[in-house]
């Protein structure tokens, strides 16, 4: 699951910063104003400037598109050009300054463990004005170095959209990958982050632009507001330049700004998203492409002649994509009205679920009845099963056995483990066993397996069986996680006990968002090790716990599928929420229906998998689609639209006169009908890649 921290702003002691100049022939300046700790953050912002502001360019106004500020800066006028030319947005003031030097000036970098420099731009690049920030030591918060930016004479409304962009680059003398994430607030609002997609990216070795886009949902005042730039992620070096942000105030919707990398734009959106909507255009075509195929249907009489214009109902009754939620075993078997609604929406909106905790080592030893009793309903209503999860090394989470805890080396006070001893030996002997036990004890009836869960993050057992006690301070030089032996044992003895065809995954989470590039690398040569293993692997599972800062344009959701793609396992979204108390559920809505579209349409994606359905109910208690007392949000909406409406087959027809017909389906299950002579005659078909076939004859 996701690093649950609290964000820099969030916090509440002001820190001794140190200024740092951004331009010296600028003489910019701005402290950060970035709180560390407490709940009610009360700093002063940044002065905005701390020198002579510099000269206006001068020369021939640029030319840009009717309604647009005069700006005698070219790259402001080609930028201006681009927004309101190629991408038809509406005319945009520019808030710092009408000139790339003036917003710079805006900027200033506050914090000792920084040094910041002036450097030359380069050839071909259509700005002057850029500097370098070298991060020199670790630094404790993100937020402890950052580069930010007061607009001192623009007031925003609730509502108003704006625009950042920004020029990034990451040096390859840089310590580590560099990284960066944008923010904006007001100082009244401090915990907030108004940036509603791109809010972290990793800038290559090349100068890139990055659209930044910025929706205020409270009014916030000149002089009270800006926009910020974290670069505390540890020793790193990051250029930046070409600085501008452009109010639209209400004339642009949010959702219709360009966002991400601008060398993924193509004719003024992106393909993950945004101001024409060409993300959707092409999820569409890969859906067509990859979701839909002919189905024929041939309708002869009882002697066998075709028979023409014969009607035909093709009714789908089941996807052949999964689309699954968590469920809470107890909350399943209790007797109640609120649960019997729970059940009736389980069966309604799914046709895959798995156990949030019942299927967990210790849940299982400790009580089978109760996971029993949940995995037989589901069995019962049709639902497949993916069993989660055979080892998850989280003692905290109460998934392991206590004895093989106190083998671990672990004290574990809650569940009486007081006299930890490490023993290597028993743990191997102890998870070889449970790993074959469990799968073989549910046979067919579970669909497919999550042998570990959250290696990258939580390796403890792996570390325990090579000697190591899982502190959290602990490292293992010898042995490295992510390809230890002992893992690709587990998978053996898995694909050994489970019934022949039974699809072995992993699971872990910040595999898609937020700034977790070495946890992304590790979990690529997990599974690249695991599908290389004698056992092999089917699936990797991609845990999508999301709040704001986190959200995700379609563009930068197919690129990390694409990533994992390629190491040519399957895919699964197995645990997507959106749990953030100050994000609209309109606003979130916006982003599921981005989300799962995307997930949708690519080819190696198998399943959808919200993390529970009911707010109550939920391990953050802010489920995607109901919140208490079952009122229904915004999300549901979406994804009722899309999965029984648009992503649906219900059609009917005639045949011709060689009675036949074609239509083209969503894959999954139908109920094909064909009237002949008077007589229903139906039949159920299975429709997957390569289309299918169903002919229909009343009987003799």
Known sequence: MVDDHVRGSERGEDPALGRRSLLGALAAAGLAGCPSDGENPATEPPDGGGGDAPATPSGTPATVPSGWPETRDPYYGALASTLGGEMGLPAGEFVYASDEAGAMAAFGVGAEPAETTEIEVGDGQPFDSAVRVEVTEETENVWDVTMVGT?????????????????????????????????????????????????????????????????????????????????????????????????????????????????????????GGTADGDWETAADERIAEHRTSDLTVEVADAAGEPVGDAEVAVAMREHEFGFGTAVSADFLTEESEDADTYREHVTDLFNLAVLGNHHKWRFWEANRELSDAATDWLEDEGLDIRGHVCLWSDVSAWSVPPDVVRAMGVEWEANGVTDPELDPEYVRER???????????????????????????????????????????????????????????????????????????????????????????????????????????????????????????????????????????????????MADESWAEADKAVFFRQFLKVAFSHPAVDDFLVWGIYSPNHWRDDAPFFAEGWAEKPALAEYRSLVFDEWWTDTEAETDGDGSVSTVGYHGEYEVTATVDGEDVTETVALSDGGATVELSPDE
């Open 151 to 271: 607009a001192t004479d623009t007031a925003v409304e609730s509502g108003d959209a704006l625009l950042g962009v920004f020029y990034l680059r990451g040096p390859a003398s840089s310590e580590s990958d560099p990284t960066v994430q944008f923010v904006a607030k007001d100082e009244d609002n401090l915990s907030t982050n108004m940036v509603r997609s791109t809010p972290e990216v990793q800038p290559p070795t090349e100068w890139t632009r990055y659209y930044v886009p910025i929706q205020f949902d409270y009014d916030a005042e000149a002089d009270t507001w800006r926009t910020e730039l974290f670069l505390g992620h540890g020793p790193q070096t990051v250029d930046v330049g070409g600085v501008a942000v452009v109010d639209f105030g209400g004339a642009v919707a949010v959702e219709d700004l360009p966002r991400g990398p601008a060398d993924e734009v193509v004719d003024g959106g992106t393909e």
């Open 431 to 577: 998870t070889l066993e449970h790993v074959p036990a469990i799968i073989d004890y549910y046979g067919d009836r579970i669909t497919e397996w999550e042998v570990a869960n959250e290696i990258v993050h939580k390796p403890g057992l792996i570390q325990a069986v090579n000697g190591l006690a899982p502190t959290d301070d602990a490292t293992l030089d010898d042995v490295d996680p992510v390809e230890a032996p002992i893992l690709a044992e587990w998978y053996a003895a898995a694909r050994d006990a489970a019934p022949a065809g039974t699809p072995l995954g992993v699971n872990d989470y910040n595999t898609l968002s937020g700034p977790y590039e070495s946890t992304r690398d590790d979990y690529e040569r997990q599974i690249q090790f695991l599908a290389d293993a004698e056992a092999g692997l089917d699936f990797a599972g991609l845990q999508c716990h999301f709040n704001r800062g986190s959200s995700l344009s379609p563009a930068e959701v197919k690129a990390g599928l694409d990533r994992y793609a390629e190491t040519g396992v399957r895919l699964r979204i197995t645990e997507f929420d």
